[in-house]
């Protein structure tokens, strides 16, 4: 059996990996499921891990021109990843926006490995359904990623209907949290215990409540990005969270 090592897996991209005995870099790209129910593999040789990458990506956006499978047999977990990976690379989306959809994707897998022609409007229900546990904001993610997903099958003519013209998006079963200002008498309180304790965090909540800034950009500033002589602070990045919750420095806010 070959032996594979360094392993690259990321998710709904495929996976690339080192084989000893053919002496190149592999990749495998998951291409559904057949009628009998069979997973379809793709595989790929190359050199190096990057022109792998390039003969996946190539194999990617043949599937989705008709060039390597039928359009019978493309899923709703494949396109939303075609048109993701197109965003990211126009730079139409950043790494944090990128993750997060994929994030969101995940909760959409009882459809994954069905053909999108397979798919009905009681599947979406169903599967909306599922979902009242989780925020209101959450469940309109995930309401939008379906709908963009299958207006996007019927623009490529995959499909001749969009299934989720029929499907409402549901209420959250959870109570929503209210959310208020600190008085001026707690927001005097809160600085004196920030003066006289040690408080982990101090600053970075100091900066936030006289600034307004998410925590993400204050801990994404460098010492250049605080200008005293005229007093201002250029906010131009953020710190965000990775494909597997990894601190990521975004180029952007």
């Known amino acids: 059996m070959a032996k594979a090592k360094k392993p690259k897996n990321h998710y709904g991209q495929g996976s690339i990996f080192y084989l000893d005995s053919k002496k190149k870099w592999m990749g495998q790209l998951d291409l559904g499921k057949d009628e009998s129910g069979k997973r379809i593999r793709k595989t790929v040789l190359g050199d190096s891990p990057e022109e792998v990458e390039e003969k996946m990506q190539k194999l990617r956006y043949d599937i989705y021109s008709g060039k390597f499978v039928d359009a019978t047999t493309v899923t709703f977990e494949q396109l939303m990843m075609q048109m993701l990976n197109e965003k990211r690379a126009m730079n139409e989306i950043q790494d944090q926006t990128y993750f997060r959809h994929l994030d969101t994707l995940k909760h959409c897998r009882a459809i994954s490995d069905i053909p999108i022609q397979k798919v009905d409007s009681t599947m979406l229900k169903e599967l909306m359904l599922s979902k009242v546990d989780y925020s209101q904001s959450y469940i309109r993610k995930i309401h939008m990623m379906l709908n963009q997903g299958f207006a996007e099958a ?100």
């Open 154 to 253: 019927v623009r490529r003519k995959i499909i001749v209907e969009n299934p989720m013209l029929d499907v409402r998006r549901p209420k959250s079963s959870k109570k929503p949290k209210k959310i208020r200002a600190m008085t001026m008498e707690e927001q005097k309180a809160f600085m004196e215990v920030i003066k006289t304790e040690r408080v982990l965090y101090a600053d970075q909540m100091l900066i936030s409540m006289f600034t307004g800034m998410r925590m993400g950009e204050i801990n994404a500033l460098s010492v250049k990005d605080i200008n005293t002589n005229f007093n201002f602070i250029n906010i131009d990045k953020t710190i965000a969270k990775g494909e597997h919750n990894e601190p990521l420095l975004n180029s952007s806010t």
